[in-house]
């Protein structure tokens, strides 16, 4: 699998939207891809040079639905710094 199926789609949040401001971005990513993969990844798709990538892990949830309990699923999120003065257009 190419590098640029490891990025499902950005994560837009108040705080994503903030940190953006300061040149930080954040993805949503497969749960088997590496800090590395997700450079290259981000490189290959937005053409731009990344500095740092940090990954966080958010773990399931168990909830309960009409007395029933079941896991709301977790996923990774990677947060990428980029090279100073440039930009990711994400639509907004």
């Known amino acids: 699998m190419t590098n640029i199926f490891l990025i499902q789609k950005p994560w837009i949040t108040e705080k994503s939207t903030a940190l953006s401001q300061a040149g930080k971005y954040v993805f949503m990513v497969e749960p088997r891809a590496t800090k590395s993969e997700v450079k290259k990844a981000v ?27 079941a896991a709301r699923g977790g996923c990774k999120k990677a947060i990428i710094t980029l090279k100073a003065g440039q930009k990711i257009d994400l639509g907004r």
């Open 43 to 69: 490189r290959e798709i937005y053409r731009v040079d990344v500095v740092r990538v940090n990954i966080v892990n958010l773990p399931a949830k168990m909830k309960r639905f009409r007395g029933v309990p």
